[in-house]
T-cell receptor, first 114, second 114 residues
Framework: AQSVTQLGSHVSVSEGALVLLRCNYS??????LFWYVQYPNQGLQLLLK??????LVKGINGFEAEFKKSETSFHLTKPSAHMSDAAEYFC????????????FGQGTRLTINP | DAGITQSPRHKVTETGTPVTLRCHQT?????MYWYRQDPGHGLRLIHY???????DKGEVSDGYSVSRSKTEDFLLTLESATSSQTSVYFC?????????????FGPGTRLTVL
């Protein structure tokens, strides 16, 4: 079975500080992993995804994530937070068969302090 | 941005009444999905469609039905709304069913059942 756990429902950082959002997964098959961002009153937007190949994945808006199989993790980072990064972030893993069905984590709300 | 619209964007209804939410896409994507978003649960799949008149259940399908008579439209119906169905509903589309595919999300419908 596939599942995703995001550690910390709320994360608060200062502008210019490192952003680290944690995601751990459980998957019975090699995982395909996604990070989505949701700005207030909007739908979800893909930040980045890991399928195969390079384990360090770069996404939009300066975010990146590293797939670590030994730790079953896919943490999202950004070296320097910007006020516009305030949003909710979701980690997801895709099912191994059938339609492209995603299992989402519970989300992490990121607050940026001036 | 992917051409996905949802209607209505907000709805307040009473327990026991039927409700239909509409998702409309202009991308001609084959796959369409309905999710609900609740605090602490992330997004959970309700139903999905893999073609006209082809649908299947997701994780939380009880109390919901769907229909897809045209490629561009995917309807979600609550036959008799309950307070537990108060939620934000998102439609998503994807071009194919590969695990690596990206899902594109609509802006959401906020439903309140009194």
């Amino acid at each position: 079975a596939q599942s995703v756990t995001q550690l910390g429902s709320h994360v608060s950082v200062s502008e210019g500080a490192l952003v680290l959002l944690r995601c751990n997964y459980s998957s019975s098959v090699p995982p395909y992993l996604f990070w989505y961002v949701q700005y207030p009153n909007q739908g979800l937007q893909l930040l980045l995804k890991y399928t195969t190949g390079a384990t360090l994945v770069k996404g939009i808006n300066g975010f990146e994530a590293e797939f670590k199989k030994s730790e079953t993790s896919f943490h999202l980072t950004k070296p320097s937070a910007h006020m516009s990064d305030a949003a909710e972030y979701f980690c997801a893993v895709s099912f191994p068969q059938g339609a492209q069905k995603l299992v989402f984590g519970q989300g992490t709300r990121l607050t940026i302090n001036p | 941005d992917a051409g996905i619209t949802q209607s209505p964007r907000h709805k307040v209804t009473e327990t026991g009444t039927p409700v239909t939410l509409r998702c409309h896409q202009t991308e001609n994507h084959r796959y369409m999905y309905w999710y609900r978003q609740d605090p602490g649960h992330g997004l959970r799949l309700i139903h999905y469609s893999y073609g006209v008149k082809d649908t299947d259940k997701g994780e939380v399908s009880d109390g919901y039905s769907v229909s897809r008579s045209k490629t561009e439209d995917f309807l979600l119906t609550l036959e008799s709304a309950t307070s537990s169905q108060t939620s934000v509903y998102f439609c998503a589309i994807s071009e194919d069913s590969r695990r690596t595919d990206t899902q594109y999300f609509g802006p959401g419908t906020r439903l309140t059942v009194l």
